[in-house]
Nanobody
């Protein structure tokens, strides 16, 4: 069983930065992938970024070059550094973990980009 707790969302102006953090409890070593998804109102969740237990990463085209995902095995956390934020990045961001065939989600954190 894995539990995920997110932090770091909030309000930022266009061009600004935010850092999201997700703390995982449970068997960290058994987690194959961790990442972040986001959901716009009335839409399905979409992938933002993933990092594997071998530190390989994958990004959505819309965030490539602006967002950076990182995994800290000592702290059991995964962070998403978001730079050059755009109004179109406004969404609820969810932490994600994949562990031996099971998918886990955090509770979600709101990111609002507005002037």
């Amino acid at each position: 069983q894995v539990q995920l707790v997110e932090s770091g969302g909030g309000l930022v102006q266009p061009g600004g930065s935010l850092r999201l953090s997700c703390a995982a409890s449970g068997n960290w070593d058994a987690i194959n992938f961790m990442g972040w998804y986001r959901q716009f109102p009335g839409k399905q969740r979409e992938l933002v970024a993933l990092v594997s237990n071998l530190d390989s990463t994958n990004y959505a085209d819309s965030v490539e070059g602006r967002f950076t995902i990182s995994r800290d095995n000592a702290k059991n956390t995964v962070d998403l550094q978001m730079n050059s934020l755009q109004i179109e990045d406004t969404a609820v961001y969810y932490c994600y973990a994949y562990e031996r065939g099971r998918v886990y989600w955090g509770q979600g954190t709101q990111v609002t980009v507005s002037s």
